[in-house]
């Protein structure tokens, strides 16, 4: 399992080789918690996540997507009812995803179905070939696990990507991409809101990177 975070207060933790761990270990660790602000209790509403990453609150209020960074997917997570906790897949993806925030621009999607939508990003795309691979020999994976976090981290070429995907019913609506990862890379959050780059009035996609030095803004 990945190392857990220092107890020692200043002490140094190595993320990169914590998610490379999880990575690896193919060990579905993740869970998603419930925080009630009543109470000041924290509950497991769902378990079994292979590395649980960003959350939104699904429109109909009654469940919540969350990126399953390794899985390559969002999942829905019931969270009232019957339903409650029961975890399906929503959406299949073309990467790690790791940020997932609602598109609160409103109105209909302009590109084919009406209704809502979130934008993903997705932190990055391995080797098609290498992820299956990885997939099927847990062999392989101890292997590659052996090797410096830094030195299996960068096997896979720079890319900035983002998609959007029907909060309806997951289909992927949108791509945007940075193929060579020249200006930013290794995205982590994509966040639609006001232009407040050109104050022109229109909106912009505010995407925050891992590693990066500041934030990127693209037009919408």
Same mark, same amino acid.
């Given at each position: ?97 790791? =940020? +997932?925030?609602?598109?609160?621009? #409103?109105? %209909?999607?302009?590109? &084919? *179905? !009406? $209704?809502?939508? /979130? ?66 890379? =290794? +995205?982590?959050?994509?966040?639609? #809101?006001? %232009?407040?780059?050109? &104050? *022109? !009035? $229109?909106?912009? /996609? ?15």
């Amino acid at each position: 399992t990945a190392p857990p975070p220092p107890a020692v207060p200043g002490a140094w933790w190595q993320p990169a080789a914590a998610a490379t761990t999880a990575l690896l270990s193919g060990l579905p660790t993740g869970r998603l918690l419930r925080f009630d602000e009543a109470t000041g209790v924290t509950t497991a509403v769902a378990g079994g996540l292979w590395f649980a990453n960003g959350v939104a609150l699904h429109p109909d209020g009654r469940s919540a997507l969350v990126a399953e960074t390794f899985g390559g997917r969002l999942v829905r997570v019931g969270l009232t009812g019957e339903g409650e906790g029961v975890v399906s897949t929503f959406a299949r993806l073309p990467g790690f995803p790791d =940020g +997932v925030e609602m598109d609160g621009g #409103g109105g %209909d999607d302009e590109k &084919g *179905g !009406g $209704g809502p939508s /979130l934008w993903v990003a997705i932190v990055e795309a391995p080797p098609r070939g290498l992820a299956r691979a990885l997939a099927r020999s847990r062999a392989l994976r101890w292997l590659v696990s052996q090797l410096p976090p830094a030195l299996v981290a960068g096997g896979a070429p720079p890319l900035g990507l983002v998609v959007r995907v029907s909060a309806v019913d997951g289909r992927i609506l949108e791509t945007r991409a940075d193929a060579g990862g020249k200006v930013v890379r =290794g +995205v982590t959050h994509a966040v639609a #809101g006001p %232009d407040v780059v050109t &104050g *022109g !009035g $229109g909106r912009r /996609l505010y995407l925050g990177s891992l590693g990066g030095e500041g934030v990127v803004s693209v037009a919408l």
